[in-house]
């Protein structure tokens, strides 16, 4: 009996060592989570995290911070271009956040790369990429946790914008200055004001019908197929999706994808041009045969384009009772 006592009295003394040694390792507090991590966020806005750093910093308890974490795919042979323009995006949102007044500890920005972090992405149950998923600083994540980019897009000001109906934190975006396109506006200028100079004795061509005809167009097209969206919105320029099917057309009227602006633009202009070869048939000149034929092929040209286009537009706005030739 003595004996037993005693190898008790010996081995308490060790178990409370190793309980306290424990509670003492760093990041095992609140206090020394949220230290490390603004350390980190001093280094570099964005943290990469793994599964051990998103287990110790994003799934443990309990939170006084919110913490919005990128899931992504940015390894060469992924070929996520999407990845990457999300990525320069929601860097620009954690920098402006980091030298804005309004900087604190309360909102930290992450990034889990899906091959630094595969079992994450089982965790999550996230089976694409990009994804952003808000982590609040109380209880799990809901649906309306992770933003639709489907619908709002992924750009700098639709992330801020999101955050603050997720976090209550505004985020002013200070993008770092761009001349690129106030370089190319100047090369177009003077491109232009020297091909003037040296056509100077010779611009009839500045009364050609057919060319400032042509202009117009390619500008309605521009504008008709959704570039200006394109621009305000940042979509991504297609999606692949869980079973690695590859969506060319959004399938909302609320979003769409870049190749899918180009896929309309040129239906438009197949349009136009059957059109045009109709308008040339009936002016009764030239050859006969020639004249069939234009009419002919603008005819089908019309039909098919057109019918293309109410295809896209049902399986976009579902309900629309209205189609021909296709479904």
């Known amino acids: 009996m003595k004996k037993y006592m005693l190898s008790v009295i010996l081995i308490l003394p060790l178990i409370f060592y190793y309980v ?152 002013r975006i200070f993008r770092p200055p761009n001349y690129s396109g106030t370089f190319s506006l100047m090369l177009l200028f003077a491109f232009i004001g020297g091909f003037v100079y040296i056509r100077r004795n010779n611009l009839e061509f500045l009364y050609n019908k057919t060319m400032w005809g042509v202009w117009a167009l390619l500008f309605c097209f521009a504008m008709t197929s959704g570039q200006m969206w394109n621009h305000i919105r940042g979509p991504p320029f297609m999606h692949r999706n869980q079973n690695g099917q590859t969506a060319y057309i959004h399938g909302s009227s609320q979003g769409q994808f870049v190749v899918e602006t180009y896929i309309v633009m040129l239906m438009n202009a197949a349009v136009v041009v059957g059109i045009i070869f109709m308008t040339e048939a009936a002016k009764g000149k030239g050859d006969a045969k020639r004249r069939k034929f234009l009419a002919i092929f603008g005819l089908i040209l019309i039909s098919v384009f057109f019918s293309a286009l109410l295809s896209v537009f049902r399986s976009k706005t579902h309900g629309y009772p209205y189609s021909f030739l296709l479904r």
């Not at 603004?38 to 280094?43: E, F, H, P, Q, V």
């Not at 799990?140 to 955050?163: E, L, N, S």
Request: aromatic content about 12%; overall charge positive; some cysteine.
């Open 20 to 171: 306290d040694s424990q509670a003492r390792k760093p990041g095992s507090s609140l206090g020394d989570r949220v230290q490390q991590l603004t350390d980190l966020s001093n280094k570099k806005p964005v943290l990469r995290f793994n599964a051990n750093k998103f287990r110790d910093f994003v799934k443990a308890t309990p939170r006084n911070y919110s913490i919005v974490v990128m899931f992504t795919a940015l390894a060469q042979q992924r070929q996520c271009m999407v990845c990457r323009q999300a990525s320069d995006e929601f860097s620009v949102v954690a920098n402006s956040f980091k030298y804005s007044p309004g900087f604190s500890n309360k909102l930290f920005f992450a990034m889990v790369d899906f091959d630094e972090g595969s079992d994450v992405f089982q965790t999550m149950k996230i089976n694409t990429a990009p994804v952003f998923v808000h982590f609040p600083p109380k209880g799990k994540p809901k649906t309306t946790d992770t933003m639709d980019i489907q619908r709002v897009g992924f750009g700098a000001d639709a992330i801020a914008r999101w955050i603050n109906e997720k976090a209550d934190i505004q985020i």
